[in-house]
């Protein structure tokens, strides 16, 4: 059913971490490449992260740069976001996909960064 599935995320103070992870299936991530991409309430899903499929040239919203680290597992098939330093501003649900958003959404996990 899902094309992905999306973990990790939960309730952090700001400044605080955590690590994302989503798992593709009925399909091969290696030669695509993948990004991250997060909805917070309210606001229309924007893409925060994207890794080419060799894991080289990561690029990232300047809202999240040298805060998040986008990293992928070809053997796997699975994709990560380290976020780190999370702030308020980081809230809302987290997407994978490829990089050209080529598959239907999964259900994303939320993250709440709160005091």
């Known amino acids: 059913q899902l094309q992905f599935v999306e973990s990790g995320g939960g309730l952090v103070q700001p400044g605080g971490s955590l690590r994302l992870s989503c798992v593709a299936s009925?399909?091969?991530?290696?030669?695509?490449?993948v990004g991250w991409f997060r909805q917070a309430p309210g606001k229309e899903r924007e893409e925060i992260a994207c890794?080419?499929?060799?894991?080289?040239?990561?690029t990232y919203a300047a809202s999240v740069r040298g805060r998040f680290t986008i990293s992928r597992d070809n053997a796997k098939n699975t994709m990560y976001l380290q976020m780190n330093s999370l702030k308020p501003e980081d809230t809302g649900v987290y997407y994978c996909?490829?990089?050209?958003?080529?598959?239907?959404w999964g259900q994303g996990t939320p993250v709440t960064v709160s005091s």
């Open positions: 996909n490829t990089g050209g958003q080529d598959f239907s």
């Open positions: 009925r399909f091969n991530l290696k030669s695509l490449s």
């Open positions: 890794l080419e499929s060799d894991g080289n040239d990561p």
